[in-house]
């Protein structure tokens, strides 16, 4: 009668379980012991599971990367909410909250700020499927960058454009085994991460660091994208580049020019990326590339495998390089935002190179506005970071040298290098 009873409870009055727990493990490590430590536990508690063997990649970024298409796999093909659990983990009493939750998702803030992807809640919701797709998005166009870092921006994507009714599960349901309790453990987290962090798995390439911003960006359990960088996202690679059906309209040696303005300083860091059009004009231990938009960084990386591109997210500081360029970028950046883009990106750098047309005749509104500005705007903003102008070179632009772009405005891509002031 009492088994009868916590059937009952653990399934619902219909008989049919509320929710089941998915995961994976990488057959060819440590990870299969785990796995049958989360199965004997799932047993003992009669929680319906499928958990799956895989092959590892012998990258772990790149095997976490895998998580979010397995998941919405299992999500596609159930009819019930799908919790996910890592394969280290054990269920140390029966999980009730996940048959009361009412909610798309169902995550663990760490530091009440950080997800947790070690225990997850995706509901059978229209919102629970578009995070779905947007965290499947990036972590295959940047498999290196964490999962878990990519599930929070994924959230920000979807939050912004859909009622996303998101549920903060207790640190109970993600207890790292030997990090403080707040009340007793319902989900143990083994960390078995952290033997491939150290022991030359993970990738050697460093995660990008979140600022004191970021951090609070994120405590506020709100979206945090500004208007601009939503409709960049939003848009995959529509207005990238003028769509006139070759990729360098600009008619002119494009690498010839930068290299005027790089000054030899190198690697080179292009700061909203795009498809890779600049990026393909450099050997790849030249360059490294961030961009905002993962369909773009998708798209990037498959032309460019050898190449450094990564999707870059707000309130994370850009990665260090001494060169910094802004190609074709900075006109598609409000006035208000754009000084705290410009403070970002000038720390440590010893060359810091800004491209585009440049008139504020082209200022216009619609989709995309364009805020385009005159040299004299820029000069003036770098001065006040401490920068001075070294380098200025002007270059016909064969989209726009025709009537009637070229007529009463500059329409030349206009470029200008800065270096700090020298210390006194």
């Not at 895998?66 to 394969?87: C, E």
Request: hydrophobic content about 40%.
């Amino acid at each position: 009668m009492i088994r009868n009873l916590m059937s009952r409870l653990r399934t619902g009055t219909s008989g049919e379980p509320r929710y089941k727990v998915v995961s994976f493990f990488t057959e060819d490590n440590e990870y299969a012991e785990h796995a049958a430590r989360l199965r004997e536990t799932l047993d003992r508690w009669q929680v319906p599971y499928e958990i799956a063997p895989l092959r590892s990649s012998g990258v772990w970024e790149a095997d976490c990367a895998r998580k979010a298409r397995f998941i919405r796999d299992a999500w596609n093909a159930s009819g019930v909410p799908i919790v996910w659990l890592d394969a280290d983990a054990t269920v140390e009493t029966y999980p009730k909250l996940f048959n009361t939750i009412d909610a798309d998702f169902a995550v663990h803030r760490w530091n009440g700020w950080q997800f947790g992807s070690g225990t997850l809640y995706f509901g059978k919701s229209p919102a629970a499927g578009a995070l779905l797709d947007q965290w499947v998005l990036r972590c295959e166009a940047d498999p290196i960058t964490w999962d878990q870092t990519h599930l929070q921006s994924a959230w920000c994507d979807t939050a912004a454009t859909h009622r996303l009714r998101t549920y903060w599960l207790p640190r109970s349901y993600l207890q790292i085994f030997d990090a403080e309790q707040e009340a007793d453990p319902v989900i143990k987290h083994w960390q078995a991460s952290r033997g491939p962090k150290t022991d030359g798995r993970a990738s050697s390439k460093p995660q990008f660091e979140i600022t004191p911003e970021g951090i609070e960006q994120r405590k506020s359990g709100k979206p945090w994208r500004n208007s601009e960088e939503a409709f960049w996202i939003s848009q995959g690679t529509a207005h990238i580049k003028p769509e006139i059906g070759h990729d360098f309209p600009e008619g002119f040696d494009i690498r010839r020019v930068l290299d005027n303005a790089i000054g030899g300083h190198s690697p080179v860091l292009e700061i909203g990326c795009g498809v890779g059009r600049i990026a393909s004009l450099f050997k790849p231990d030249e360059y490294l590339g961030v961009e905002i938009n993962p369909t773009a960084v998708n798209v990037a990386r498959s032309l460019l495998p050898a190449h450094d591109i990564r999707i870059f997210d707000e309130g994370y500081a850009y990665p260090p390089a001494p060169c910094v360029l802004f190609y074709t970028v900075l006109l598609h950046i409000n006035d208000d935002v754009l000084p705290g883009i410009l403070r970002k990106a000038a720390g440590g750098r010893k060359r810091f190179i800004i491209a585009e047309i440049m008139d504020d005749r082209w200022r216009r509104d619609g989709d995309p506005p364009v805020f385009n500005r005159n040299p004299e705007s820029y000069i003036l903003a770098m001065q006040a970071l401490g920068f001075r102008l070294v380098h200025a070179e002007k270059a016909a632009y064969a989209r726009y040298d025709v009537e009637p772009w070229n007529v009463g405005r500059d329409s030349r891509l206009t470029v200008l290098a800065f270096e700090p002031n020298s210390t006194p």
